[in-house]
């Protein structure tokens, strides 16, 4: 008797069902076509339910980049860098656009766009942007959280980039686009973006002094960029390095 | 959306089913398969040539799609996260002489090097014959050979313990 396929054979009957050699095999095996049934099912659960919420940052990644390290959440590409003493929050009501971009982090999803001349570009952990370049971002967090973000320069100082004011960290109910954006200071260098989302409020002083100690020592320490510590446990964090470039 | 982009959008629509039935099995659990899927794809698409070849691209995407939930699996023991270490599902043929008990194997599973680990799941979860799993692998059948030698010993003398 032929032995059942495994399921590496049955993937591949999948992809190419007219000249799959499996094919007798399966005509007369019940428990085998129960096997493909199942896979096919598990196929239509990802076009209907993985798919479309993971396309984005798929298609966003740059494809020569490797992955970040499981703590941290990237932010996706855009012409985008942080902005140290300097940063302004332009107030722009509109959602993100086409070029909307989603990476998937710890627990938490962030989306990351800027505004080009007329497109967004994205940019990749560690890539140059221009110094004075504007930058939005959109989080998906997993469960309602208080967000932080933050960059940190090479000069050791810890900029708010949102929320701008208040303390505790922006509720975030579910995924939405922040209001307003970020231009960068326009002194180019290393800069990283934290972002942290965590169910219980954080004082910004608190966040300030797990940045600092994480990566306020200067530009190899910007861009080492270490996990922030200190921090509640149940709090998820991510990173993006930029280094501002002319 | 460029073409560079809609022709990425379309090969994740078609290859996203092989790597999400992989991570679901390795993972057993949906969100984490999520989650798994699409950082696997974001390490395919460093080799579109690859991924275009329809050939080679299935054990491609099952030996990326198992070293990077084997590390999953690991990593998540090493943070005490139970949810992420379910127990594999023997693959139908395997007699239970060859893996006697599921629990106490999978503890052995988790002792080993992540290459030894794919090995393993190769032979005892997904059924595969051993030149499948070195074709699959990448690795010489010799070397299947002797990961799962070690592999068996070692999981011998595990059971050995916990029944003494």
């Keep these: 008797m032929i032995p059942c396929p495994s399921d590496l054979k049955l993937e591949a009957h999948l992809l190419d069902e007219a000249g799959s050699p499996i094919a007798p095999h399966l005509s007369s095996c019940d428990r ?26 798929v298609v966003a990644r740059p494809r020569s980049r490797g992955p970040l390290a499981r703590w941290m959440l990237y932010l996706a590409p855009i012409p985008v860098a942080a902005a140290a003493a300097a940063v302004l929050l332009l107030v722009q009501p509109r959602g993100p656009g086409d070029d909307y971009l989603g990476v998937k982090g710890s627990g938490l999803t962030l989306a990351v766009f800027a505004r080009a001349t007329d497109a967004a570009r994205a940019v990749a952990d560690g890539e140059s942007v221009s110094p004075s370049a504007a930058l939005r971002f959109q989080v998906r967090p997993a469960v309602p959280c208080r967000l932080w973000l933050v960059s940190v320069d090479s000069a050791g100082t810890v900029s708010r980039l949102y929320p701008a004011a208040g303390e505790g960290g922006a509720e975030m109910a579910g995924p939405g686009p922040l209001p307003g954006g970020v231009l960068l200071d326009g002194k180019p260098g290393p800069e990283r973006i934290y972002a942290v989302c965590a169910p219980r409020a954080i004082a910004f002083a608190d966040l300030e002094r797990a940045v600092r100690a994480a990566a306020g020592a200067g530009a190899a320490a910007v861009r080492a960029g270490r996990p922030l510590q200190g921090l509640p446990g149940d709090a998820a964090q991510a990173t993006l390095l930029l280094e501002k470039r002319p | 959306m460029s073409d560079e982009r809609e022709e990425t959008a379309r090969i994740y629509r078609d290859l ?48 990326v799609a198992t070293n990077h939930c084997l590390n999953l699996r690991r990593n998540a023991r090493r943070r005490g996260e139970e949810e992420l270490e379910p127990a594999l599902e023997v693959a139908p043929g395997q007699s239970e002489a060859r893996y006697p008990d599921r629990q106490l194997a999978q503890k052995v599973l988790s002792r080993f090097d992540v290459a030894t680990q794919a090995v ?41 313990r916990s029944t003494s």
């Design chain 1, 32 to 57: 085998c076509r129960a096997r493909l049934e199942e896979m096919r099912r598990l196929g239509d659960e990802f076009r209907r339910e993985v798919y479309p919420v993971t396309v984005d940052a």
């Design chain 2, 16 to 63: 996203g089913p092989a790597v999400y039935r992989r991570c679901l099995r390795l993972l057993g659990d949906r969100e984490a398969a999520r989650d798994a899927t699409q950082e696997v794809f974001v390490k395919l698409l460093r080799d579109t040539r690859r991924l275009q070849d329809r050939e080679t691209v299935i054990p491609w995407i099952y030996r």
């Design chain 2, 120 to 160: 393993a799941v190769g032979v005892f979860v997904d059924g595969m014959e051993h030149e499948e799993v070195a074709a699959a692998l990448g690795i010489s059948r010799r070397t299947v050979s002797r990961k799962l030698d070690r592999f068996l010993a070692n999981a011998r003398k595990y059971l050995e």
